[in-house]
């Protein structure tokens, strides 16, 4: 059974049109992460939530905001989507042990939402 | 962030061993992690090494790792078809920093 849930698998919106892309799961991890990746590159950290505490990477755009009602979710909002943002959206979890901050080490990924910008 | 840097393409006839390698810049890093990626789908876990070992072994996949240098590899044994994707390497310790990726194409 999937453990990370991303919807919608594929989006296309209209230029300036804003865009919520989901993330569940189902591991109860502490951190979750939001992944962008364009075609043939690396995937670029946006932000990343540990616990409630909100992370944003220096060179995140403004366009992008994040929200993490509760342990089990967490969304990406692109409040203006430009040409520029089609890319695939990957939602990542972990569990970081508190105190000493040590991870299990993995990241379990879902399986993207393919966002298209018309 | 740090940088990662992988070769971007390595193609091998099935019954090959493929080796896929991958030059990090974090030393702090507490593991260092191969990722699988297939088209279309989001990335899946291969294989991790503990930045205090040298070798891992996982069946059909061997990871080096040579700390001074900064490099790590993957050792694909006895290519399959199935094995063609792309491969990222990453490192970092609260985030982790991902490669290009290296495709890997397995002709039969």
């Known amino acids: 059974d999937a453990m990370v849930i991303q919807n919608p698998r594929y989006q296309v919106t209209q230029f300036g049109k804003p865009v919520t892309l989901s993330c569940s799961q189902t591991?109860?991890?502490?951190?979750m992460y939001w992944y962008q990746q364009k075609s043939s590159q690396a995937p670029k950290l946006l932000f990343h939530?540990?616990?409630?505490?909100?992370?944003n990477e220096a060179d995140t755009p403004d366009n992008f905001q994040s929200r993490r009602p509760n342990t089990s979710f967490c969304f990406l909002d692109i409040r203006s989507p430009g040409l520029g943002d089609a890319a695939m959206y990957l939602c990542?979890?972990?569990?970081?042990?508190?105190?000493?901050?040590?991870?299990?080490?993995?990241?379990?990924f879902g399986e993207g939402s393919r966002l298209t910008v018309l | 962030g740090e940088d990662v840097e992988q070769s971007l393409f390595l193609s091998v006839r099935e019954g090959d061993s493929s080796v896929i390698n991958c030059t990090y810049t974090?030393?702090?890093?507490?593991?260092l992690y191969w990722y699988k990626q297939e088209p279309g789908a989001g990335l899946q876990l291969l294989t991790y090494?503990?930045?205090?070992?040298d070798m891992k072994q996982d069946q059909r996949l061997t990871v080096l790792l040579n700390k001074k240098d900064k490099h790590l590899s993957l050792r694909i044994a006895d290519t399959q078809t199935g094995d063609s994707a792309i491969y990222f390497c990453?490192?970092?310790?609260?985030?982790?920093?991902f490669g290009k990726g290296t495709m890997l194409l397995v002709s039969p």
């Open positions: 591991l109860n991890h502490n951190v």
């Open positions: 990542a979890t972990r569990k970081i042990m508190g105190g000493t901050g040590m991870s299990t080490g993995e990241l379990f």
């Open positions: 090494i503990f930045s205090n070992m």
């Open positions: 974090d030393s702090s890093s507490t593991y």
């Open positions: 939530y540990y616990d409630k505490d909100f992370n």
């Open positions: 990453a490192d970092g310790y609260s985030t982790l920093t």
